[in-house]
Structures are given as structure tokens and as C-alpha cells.
């Protein structure tokens, strides 16, 4: 596709329930990366892939957040038995290769607030 | 650890008035970019530098690396409201591929 998105771009649940947040890199790229951002505040690594592997999962918060990516393509962030403190901008952003001096390219971003 | 501050958190200045960012860390790093988000959207890249004392001009804003590459700075002269954002610095560390990001600056340019 033309750029990075993400679905939904908005998402509000109960504490307790789990979510789903989709990303769809752009097409050919083989590095995914998360984040998260808190409201005004600079980004947390979460979790990065190349290809369909996460050689990087060392900023996942907590074993509720799990990750996962298929055919080289869409990956999905699933956060179980979400808290109030899950609440931010998740961001999703892809790599031509990976390199850490390349560009990488973010989608807007999904929403969350756990009520 | 590595850890890239960034200053000042804030600066809320008037239209035309100069500034400067600042982005530093004591670990050196082998390429360092500068990112611009605006509010309901993910970061732009605005540049990359890649080697100690680059100074890479886009438009009115200024962007240097470190002679160490251990630190940075992002200059805007004349600012505009359309500089209005939040800027974030992102170092690749030399023995990791992972980047490291600074906390970002808030930028509000008041008409």
C-alpha cells in the first residue's frame, strides 16, 4: 500500500477485556516495529520483526501483550486482560530492511483507552 | 543503558523567534534522525546524519551531529505555527540495531 495503517484507529474497552490492534506495513517492507506513546511523550519500544520472526521482544510490558506477524505482511498486537495503564497510542511503523539508520515509516496509530 | 535526553521538553514560542533542540547522550552512535509528529499522527522523518560535525539544512531548519556523534541539535530560524509539533531525535547505537529515542519536544509556535 501507498503507507503504513493501522485498525481501528480508536478503541475503548473495559478493564479486563482483550484487544486486538491490526497493522498493515507497507507492501515489500520486511522490518515491523511497535511503540508505544504515552499522550505527549516519546515512543516505547514494544517488539520488532524481521520477516515473520521477532528477533526483539524485549519491550513487551508484561505477558498480557503478545505480537505476532504472517506472511511477512500484517502483524497484530494483542493485549489480554487490558488495566487502565494500557491506555496510549499504539504505533506501528515498517523498514525497508531493518538497518537501524533507515527510515521507518509509521502509520497514525490505534487509540486505546481502557476504561 | 542508553538513553538519549532530549531538551527542552517544551517551548512554546511567537512566530519569527529562533530555537534550538537539543538532543545528547554520553554513548556514541552511528547514525542519528530527527522526527517531527503532529497530533492524530505517527512521526515524519525530517533527517538522518550519519557522520560526526554533518550539518544538514532543510529549509529554515538546521539539524547537526555531535563531532563525538554523542549528541545533537535541530535548529528552526524564524519558527512559523506550521512548525508546530512534536520532535523526536532517534539514535542507532553502534553495537545494537536497535534505535534509541529521546523523550521528545513539544513544540508550539504561537501566530
Known amino acids: 500500500g501507498a503507507g503504513v495503517s493501522q485498525s481501528p484507529s480508536n478503541k475503548v474497552t473495559e478493564k479486563g477485556k482483550d484487544v486486538e490492534l491490526r497493522c498493515d506495513p507497507i507492501?515489500?517492507?520486511?522490518?515491523l516495529y511497535w511503540y508505544r506513546q504515552s499522550l505527549g511523550q516519546g515512543l516505547e519500544f514494544l517488539i520488532y520483526?524481521?520477516?515473520?520472526?521477532?528477533?526483539?521482544k524485549s519491550g513487551l510490558p508484561s505477558d498480557r501483550f503478545s505480537a505476532e506477524r504472517t506472511g511477512g505482511s500484517v502483524s497484530t498486537l494483542t493485549i489480554q486482560r487490558t488495566q487502565q495503564e494500557d491506555s496510549a497510542v499504539y504505533l506501528c511503523?515498517?523498514?525497508?530492511?531493518?538497518?537501524?539508520?533507515?527510515?521507518?515509516?509509521f502509520g497514525p496509530g490505534t487509540r486505546l483507552l481502557v476504561l | 543503558t542508553q538513553l538519549l535526553e532530549q531538551s527542552p521538553q517544551f517551548l512554546s514560542i511567537q512566530e519569527g523567534e529562533n530555537l534550538t533542540v537539543y538532543c545528547n547522550s554520553s554513548?556514541?552512535?552511528?547514525?542519528l534522525q530527527w522526527y517531527r509528529q503532529e497530533p492524530g499522527e505517527g512521526p515524519v522523518l525530517l533527517v538522518t546524519?550519519?557522520?560526526g560535525g554533518e550539518v544538514k539544512k532543510l529549509k529554515r531548519l538546521t539539524f547537526q551531529f555531535g563531532d563525538a556523534r554523542k549528541d545533537s541539535s535541530l535548529h528552526i530560524t524564524a519558527a512559523q505555527p506550521g512548525d508546530t509539533g512534536l520532535y523526536l531525535c532517534?539514535?542507532?547505537?553502534?553495537?545494537?540495531?536497535?534505535?534509541?529515542w529521546g523523550a521528545g519536544t513539544k513544540l508550539i509556535i504561537k501566530p
Open positions: 507492501s515489500g517492507h520486511t522490518a
Open positions: 532517534a539514535g542507532a547505537p553502534e553495537s545494537n540495531y536497535q534505535l534509541i
Open positions: 511503523a515498517s523498514g525497508n530492511t531493518g538497518r537501524p539508520e533507515e527510515t521507518q515509516y
Open positions: 520483526f524481521q520477516g515473520n520472526s521477532a528477533p526483539d
Open positions: 546524519v550519519v557522520t
Open positions: 554513548s556514541v552512535f552511528s547514525s
